[in-house]
């Protein structure tokens, strides 16, 4: 469509024989060579840019023919068969381009966030090694201290007994009553030597005076020397 006014009557009357016909053939020829400068799809979306154009190009022709273009406009644009099957094919061509594009970025970013989470996962296991390794060397540690303190206690402790019974014998031989728990203490001595004589050894000792101090003493010792004889390795 084309809206126009005459403002000068001199020129519409002597520019051109019949200016309504010119100024309508050249509108068309303007439009065919804007549309020529175009691609089909921004003429579909860009008909006010191509009504500007048009309108500034006949214009300048129109004003020798005393003619004002007010407005002109491209109500519709109507391509055959052929065109509307080529931009339905461009149509869809772009659709599955965009959707290939989208597709390409989804499992470039899903690789992404998965290789994001081995290294997270490794690492975090890695420190958690490291935790464990730390926690178990200190146990061991604090173990093996609290081992050598109890055994250090333990020494103590019975060195302590000892040195409280060596007192204790001591104190028993200074009083009025040494000779009597001296002899006890021996007896109890060679009670136990022979318990563990009986355990060791093949040797039997009986004493026809268990009451005699010093013949329980010399027997004691035979017998010690008798075992040491038996460990003695044979000479050659």
């Known amino acids: 469509n084309l809206y126009c006014q005459f403002i000068d009557p001199e020129k519409a009357a002597y520019g051109s024989m019949n200016p309504i016909y010119a100024v309508k053939q050249h509108a068309q020829s303007s439009m065919r060579a804007a549309i020529g400068e175009l691609e089909l799809d921004d003429i579909l979306h860009a008909r006010a840019q191509l009504n500007s154009m048009i309108k500034t190009t006949v214009q300048e022709s129109a004003i020798a023919w005393g003619i004002d273009i007010l407005r002109y406009e491209i109500t519709t644009v109507s391509p055959d068969k052929f065109i509307t099957d080529a931009m339905d094919k461009q149509a ?35 420190e958690g090694t490291l935790i464990k390794m730390t926690n178990e060397a200190e146990a061991a540690k604090i173990q093996m201290v609290v081992e050598a303190e109890g055994e250090v206690a333990v020494v103590k402790m019975k060195a302590e007994a000892q ?28 009670i136990e030597m022979y318990s563990d004589i009986g355990q ?29 004889a038996s460990k003695a390795p044979p000479s050659n």
């Open 200 to 228: 060791k050894s093949n040797t039997m000792i009986f004493s026809d005076r268990p009451a005699d101090v010093n013949a329980l003493m010399a027997q004691a010792s035979t017998v010690v020397q008798s075992l040491g």
């Open 92 to 126: 869809a061509a772009e659709r599955d381009r965009r959707k290939k594009v989208l597709e390409a970025e989804g499992d470039k970013r899903a690789a992404e966030l998965e290789s994001e989470g081995v290294k997270i996962r490794m690492k975090n296991e890695s």
């Open 163 to 190: 040195a409280a019974a060596i007192n204790v014998v001591a104190a028993a031989l200074a009083g009025e009553n040494s000779a009597d728990a001296a002899k006890l203490s021996v007896a109890k001595e060679y």
